[in-house]
């Protein structure tokens, strides 16, 4: 079974840095595709930064510039830096990991963690 641990999270002034953990188990193949997304209260979840199996990584708008995504296939783990944070950046923060399905060979299915809280005060 697939686990997905988010860890990192807390609470920093505006301006501030965090550095968001993922650790990925239980899987045969590695992911092919791996992400951040986040949730904001009274808001939609929305895909924050992901990062591909070559290495490709894509960032929202919002975040461009700010917050960095990487991964360490060695130790199965994802990262997200984030930089000179807001407070429109407060959030439930997800890890999800994406497998290619059998039937399909997509890379789409999806395994979430239980997210992690960040919060930034001004």
């Known amino acids: 079974q697939v686990q997905v641990v988010e860890s990192g999270g807390g609470s920093v002034q505006a301006g501030g840095s965090l550095k968001l953990s993922c650790a990925v188990s239980g899987y045969i193949a590695r992911p092919c595709a791996m992400a951040w997304y986040r949730q904001a209260p009274g808001k939609d979840r929305e895909l924050v930064s992901s990062?591909?199996?070559?290495?490709?990584?894509t960032y929202a708008d919002s975040v461009k510039g700010r917050f960095t995504i990487s991964q360490n296939n060695a130790k199965n783990t994802l990262a997200l830096q984030m930089n000179s944070l807001k407070t429109e950046d407060t959030a439930l923060y997800y890890c999800a990991a994406s497998f290619r399905t059998v039937t399909t060979g997509r890379c789409e299915s999806q395994y979430w963690g239980q997210g992690t809280q960040v919060t930034v005060s001004s």
């Open positions: 990062i591909g199996s070559d290495g490709t990584t």
